[in-house]
DNA sequence: GCTGAATTATGTTTTAAAACACAAATATAC
DNA sequence: GTATATTTGTGTTTTAAAACATAATTCAGC
């Protein structure tokens, strides 16, 4: 258990973006209904056609949305990052969840419950807003994402899974390594493709010396190259 | 020119579900505000990269979403009927359009500045929740067609296309014949196709029964077989 | 440390869909 | 009403990616 100054500590520090539209009666109603819940590696979070309940917000960690489709064939929708917002989509649309979610690594997370976030934003135009503007960044993307997987080719589509992964997660210190370590099957379900074609493209771009490739640590050696096939590959 | 009383009637009518949220101030704001144009079979409503200005209201005819990917070809994103809202994502999500917009058929649009809506959502959450609920809506079926159109055959995205143009245009009087009459062309583009394979399967679908095919008209004759091909295809 | 499971790797075969080619039928322009 | 362009229709070839098969390697549990 979490003692509430401490919480109150953590939301303040972790949702800033969010925190800094509230009103001081919003902050309290935040802090009083804020819960805090761990999740292991691989543990999902919420699972499509489950009712929406709760805004999640991913403190530590990293979060994976997906969704499967025909054949036991998954397709990775989005990636998060601490500190970022889901859970609330289903909610608003009224309908069940579309998709699902789970840990890629041991995360942290907070909730709140959606009625709650409701009641604010009836309240606060701010807050509004600031869905209004997650959402529509989203469903650019996901446009986007459409045309990117229906229409390029393998090794375009797995370099740009490449530098999504670059961009949401960053590098290491030698600012070449991507910070995120991903099995072969988690990269084919990010790129739309089989695990072998994955594993068999990302050997063909080691081959190329567009990247170096650890067990799972990428390191990206020549980033335009690799942006070239990602646009017109 | 539109008289203003004329005008005014047409918001009240055709703008129903947002105009049950404004406040007689907010109605006098979006009267003062609104324009009517009209726009040519095939004429472009807005282009990818252009920057949003508007919110479009689409009053009649019917109008089609969509975005220029890799080498001539095109993916029709989505489908709007009178009374459809669209062109605010961009500019919520502060960004150049990611996509363009085109009249089907000779159609007629309204268009309030953007300028205007935020304002009004500013001091209405009525009107934010009903973006809030439009975004939503339109993200998980984003998400959705991502996975139907990377992971379904050919036959089976053709058999959605034309369960969703079901949905969306409705059926002549017949209960059997699509209201919308599209090329070969654009069901490809819906469905994630050449135009060679739309015709070929279109014809499949023919030889099997489950449609008759006359021209541009289509008539459903085996909803339920065509609704399998769309969920296991 | 050993054992079984999962992941990564690579070669081969099969297949779905694109690309290409050309003809027929419609639609559009003059 | 004729000429031209566009759309529709089919057959054939090619190709990209999946499916299948089988090791090698790494990981996890006991």
């Known amino acids: 258990m979490i003692r509430k100054s401490e919480l109150e500590a ?7 973006e969010l925190w800094k539209v509230l009103t001081p009666e919003d902050k309290r109603v935040v ?52 500190v970022q917002y889901f859970g609330y989509r289903a909610y608003f ?25 409701e009641q604010l934003i009836r309240k606060n135009n701010d807050l509004a807003m600031f869905f209004i503007h997650e959402l529509s960044r989203n469903l650019g993307g996901s446009d986007t994402k459409i045309v990117n997987l229906t229409q390029k080719h393998i090794r375009g589509r ?17 600012n070449q390594t991507l910070k995120i370590y991903m099995s072969r099957e988690d990269l084919a ?8 074609n994955a594993i068999r493209t990302l050997s063909g771009f080691v081959n190329e010396k567009l990247i170096v490739v650890d067990g799972r640590r990428i390191k990206i050696t020549n980033e335009y190259q690799l942006r070239q096939i990602a646009r017109f590959g």
Chains 1, 2 share one sequence.
């Open 10 to 16: 953590i939301i303040k520090k972790d949702l800033s």
């Open 93 to 117: 649309a009224r309908e069940a969840y579309v998709s699902s979610v789970a840990a890629f690594e041991a995360s942290t997370l907070g909730y709140i419950p959606m009625k709650i976030v």
């Open 189 to 196: 379900n990010l790129s739309n493709m089989t695990t072998s």
């Open 31 to 82: 802090v009083e209904n804020f819960s805090v819940r761990s999740f292991k590696k691989n543990q999902i979070i919420y699972a499509e056609n489950d009712e929406p309940m709760n805004l999640w917000i991913l403190l530590d960690g990293k979060v994976k949305m997906y969704k499967n489709g025909v054949g036991d064939r998954t397709q990775i929708l989005r990636l998060f990052r601490p």
């Open 158 to 174: 797995l370099a740009e899974a490449i530098l999504i992964l670059r961009d949401n997660y960053g590098l290491e210190d030698d």
